[in-house]
Every structure is written in C-alpha cells, then in structure tokens.
C-alpha cells in the first residue's frame, strides 16, 4: 500500500482515483519545487491535482464586471471539485465578503484577480475571503492576485479596523494555499483563527506556501490558534498601519488555544514597521498545551526588530526553536522569563 493509499485509508476516505480529501493531505504533506507567485503559468503538479476531476469555470455562471460576487459565491456552492477562476474578461470585483467551501479545489488563473470592491467592506469585521470549520480546501494562485484597499480603510468614513482581513480561517482543517500575492488588506494578509461556535479551537494540517503578502494594515499573517501548521517560501513586505504591525504574529485569545507542531521554513520578511516574527503568549498559561514552534532558514531584515518572544507572565511552557534565522539589528528581543523557552542554532 503506497502512502497515499494509506492516508486514504486511515481516515476513511473513498477513493476514486484519488478522493478530494486524501488529495488535500498530500498536497499539504509534499511540498512541490520552489514556485514563485509570480509564475505565469499553471504548474504541472497542480495539473496533476486536478486532472480528471469536475470542474466549473466562473465565467460559464457569468461575469460583471462591476460585482461579480453572486457568480463566485454560487462556484463555491456548486459540486464541481475544481472551480476556476480565469484571467478573463477582467477582474472579479466583489461587493461582499466569499464564503470558502469544503472539499473543494480553487485555481485562480495567472493573471486573475479578486478584487474587493472599492466603497464596500464598511463592516469592520468583514473579510474579502472568510473559512469557518471547513475541510480539505485547495487554493492555487500563481500569477494571480487576491486585493483590498488599505488606504481607503484608513480614512474616513471607513471607521478604524484591525480585522479587514484578505484571508480568514477559522478552524479550517487540511487546507492549503498556495501561488497567490495578496495585496492591501486593513487587517491581516492571511489570519487563523478558532471556531470556538462550532467547538473547533484550532486550525488543523494547514500549509501557507509560495505566497507574496504584501502592505497590509496590522499583519501579514496572524496565528491564533494551529496544530500542524507550515509556512513556507512566503514573502512579507511592508505591512504597516497599526500595531503590532508583524509579519507573523503568534497570539493565542485564549488559555485552551493552541500553538503546536507548527514550522516556518523560508520566511523573507522585510519592511514590515513591526516585528519579523513577533510570539506573545499574554492568554496561555501552565494549563494550555506546550508552545511548539520551529523557525529556519529565514532571512529577517529592515524590520522593527527581527524576532520578539514577550507575555510570559502566566508561565506558558514549551519551546521556539530558531535555525539558521539570519536578521538585521536589532536582532532578537525576549524577556527575561522568554529566554528559557527560546534555542537558537546556526
């Protein structure tokens, strides 16, 4: 039984070929080549996940090019396992925030855009892509471009906002994104949140790869609460706005929340006015699970500073493992209280 198989097996999935779900694991599982998201052409092995499978074109439910909202939400909703979304007839302006589905696989075409639509999104909390408790979703956006408008939700009449975020998943279990650059949200690139409604506290098997998160207002991207968590090849530029300004902000809510098995591998973060990787653990506590995380190979510079470990004051315990993070003074900065949780290696 090949590995695939077994996966398959082991949760109980039905193959036919290989089922939605089993694909979903091993694409988060087995990292392609290195992809840019700038890459102009759908690559092979995203080819190769969807060959075969049913698919919807959005522009076959039709096409507005001043709100195309209706006609995404409804690809979402359909059966099709692959939806499409091509680079033509223009970009796919939406006035509400998308639903994301389960067991389904999203292909944004090179050149494809989802575009928040300019004077909308007034709700402080609305996102341009929102996930609560879903499983075994796929995006796949190289060439593409998910985009928001920061500087008009820092200005009036827009009221002030941490949470206009591009990307938010709650409790999302095996789900990965990949190929995309998302652009000027008025909260964070990509946030992970729990689904304390629905009893799903954590994010689960999530993988964040070959992705260009750039000016966004309060983070790249922001982890709450994650089990099996990577992160890697991803860009963060100039985010900047209101604090803590990071590119990767690590902050559970609460002490039953969660940072565990997670690894970031090949962060480019700079520019960013806050921290490369900032860690503030205020709401964990002895009781909470033990703190896992594992940085390496990444390049920090013309930061704030280039990693922060703070909140210790309830005793939070496990470790934060850095190797071979390379960054630009400042360097490092943790409380005296962090250092015991912190190991660092070249």
């Not at 998201?37 to 074109?57: D, K």
């Not at 341009?128 to 190289?142: A, T």
């Not at 520019?271 to 709401?283: C, D, E, R, S, T």
Request: aromatic residues 8%; hydrophobic residues 40%; negative net charge.
């Amino acid at each position: 039984m090949n590995k695939k198989t077994a996966a398959a097996v082991r949760f109980g999935i039905r193959l036919a070929g290989v089922s939605l779900a089993a694909a979903v694991l091993v694409a988060c599982a087995t990292a392609p080549p290195y992809i840019h998201p700038s890459h102009s052409e759908i690559p092979p092995h995203v080819q190769e996940i969807i060959a075969g499978r049913s698919t919807l074109r959005v522009d076959e439910l039709g096409y507005d090019r001043e709100d195309s909202y209706r006609y995404l939400q409804a690809a979402f909703d359909t059966d099709a396992e692959v939806v499409i979304i091509p680079a033509s007839p223009g970009p796919w302006v939406t006035s509400e925030q998308l639903s994301l589905p389960s067991d389904k696989i999203i292909v944004l075409e090179p050149g494809a855009q989802v575009v928040a639509k300019r004077g909308y999104f007034h709700d402080r909390g609305e996102k341009l892509m929102r996930g609560s408790s879903i499983d075994n979703l796929q995006v796949y956006g190289y060439g593409a471009e998910l985009r928001m408008w920061k500087d008009d939700f820092q200005r009036f009449p827009y009221e002030q906002s941490q949470h206009r975020h591009s990307v938010a998943l709650y409790g999302a279990h095996n789900t990965l994104i990949e190929g995309l650059t998302i652009y000027g949200s008025g909260g964070d690139g990509i946030y992970l949140g729990a689904d304390h409604g629905r009893d799903r506290s954590y994010n689960y098997n999530v993988t964040l790869r070959n992705l260009y998160i750039f000016d966004h207002h309060r983070q790249g991207i922001s982890v709450i609460s994650a089990d099996r968590l990577l992160i890697e090849n991803v860009q963060i530029d100039n985010t900047t706005g209101t604090l803590p300004e990071a590119a990767i902000d690590f902050e559970p809510n609460r002490a039953h929340e969660q940072l565990t098995r997670i690894v970031v591998r090949n962060l480019y973060a700079r520019f960013n006015a806050g921290p490369g990787i900032l860690v503030y653990l205020q709401h964990l506590d002895e009781t909470s699970l033990p703190v896992d995380i594992r940085i390496e190979d990444s390049l920090l510079r013309w930061n704030w500073v280039g990693v922060s470990v703070m909140g210790m004051r309830n005793n939070p315990q496990g470790s934060i493992e850095l190797h071979n993070v390379r960054s630009g003074f400042p360097n490092f900065i943790w409380t005296p209280s962090a250092r015991r949780m912190v190991e660092r290696s070249r």
